[in-house]
């Protein structure tokens, strides 16, 4: 059974911070890892998607890495602000068996970015 | 519009009572989820369905019905409301081509079961 861990829960850092939060998987067997936005009491907004067979993506500020083989992923914020305050998810599709193409999610990592 | 729309945002209901949330999209996505959003738990996925009129059950199905008759639409069903039932609940959609598209998420229907 897929499990994802995202690491660190929460992270409160100045505003301008370049930071980093981490993903970790435990199945290999995926279609690829998505990385969403959560601002409170709102819906989830995708942030990058990286397809299996790639090692990164970037968007804006925003840089996301995989690498597979050691069920790892990266989501780097540049010169952070106060709107990047958010609950980061990171999701999982999966490939394999009765799992495939279910998303498993991380607990998510709580970021606040201050003036 | 194009997206993924949820009805109603809110709503409140009686132990015992039978409730059912909308889901429909708009881009003829495939597959379709429903996920529920706990603190301490995350995101849990209730049921999924491949295409209209095939579902499967995720992780935590039970107290749950869904149908999909229009690739569309996919409605979940709560047949006898529970307390452990109250939570934000989401849908979502997503297609497979040559690769898995980004899954997008409607904006969650917050539902408290007294």
């Known amino acids: 059974k897929q499990e994802v861990t995202q690491i660190p829960a929460a992270l409160s850092v100045p505003e301008g911070e370049n930071l980093v939060l981490n993903c970790s998987f435990t199945d290999s067997a995926i279609y690829n890892l998505q990385w969403f936005r959560q601002d409170p009491g709102k819906g989830l907004t995708s942030l990058l998607l990286i397809q299996s067979s790639q090692r990164e993506q970037t968007s804006g500020r925003l840089n996301a890495s995989l690498d597979k083989s050691s069920g790892r992923s990266t989501l780097y914020i540049a010169a952070s602000q106060p709107g990047d305050s958010a609950t980061y998810l990171c999701?999982?599709?999966?490939?394999?068996?009765?799992?495939?193409?279910?998303?498993?999610f991380g607990q998510g990592t709580i970021l606040t970015v201050h003036p | 519009d194009a997206g993924i729309t949820q009805s109603p945002r809110y709503k409140i209901t009686e132990t015992g009572r039978q409730v059912t949330l909308m889901c429909h999209q708009t881009?003829?996505?495939?597959?379709m989820f429903w996920y529920r959003q706990d603190l301490g738990h995350g995101l849990r996925l209730i049921y999924y369905s491949a295409a209209a009129d095939i579902t499967d059950k995720g992780e935590v199905p039970d107290g749950y019905v869904v149908s999909r008759s229009k690739t569309e639409n996919f409605p979940l069903t709560l047949e006898s409301a529970t307390r452990s039932q109250t939570s934000v609940y989401f849908c979502?959609?997503?297609?497979?081509?040559?690769?898995?598209?980004?899954?997008?998420f409607g904006q969650g229907t917050r539902l408290t079961v007294v």
């Open positions: 999701a999982a599709m999966n490939a394999g068996g009765t799992s495939y193409g279910k998303l498993t």
């Open positions: 979502a959609s997503s297609e497979i081509g040559s690769g898995w598209t980004e899954a997008f």
């Open positions: 881009w003829s996505h495939s597959y």
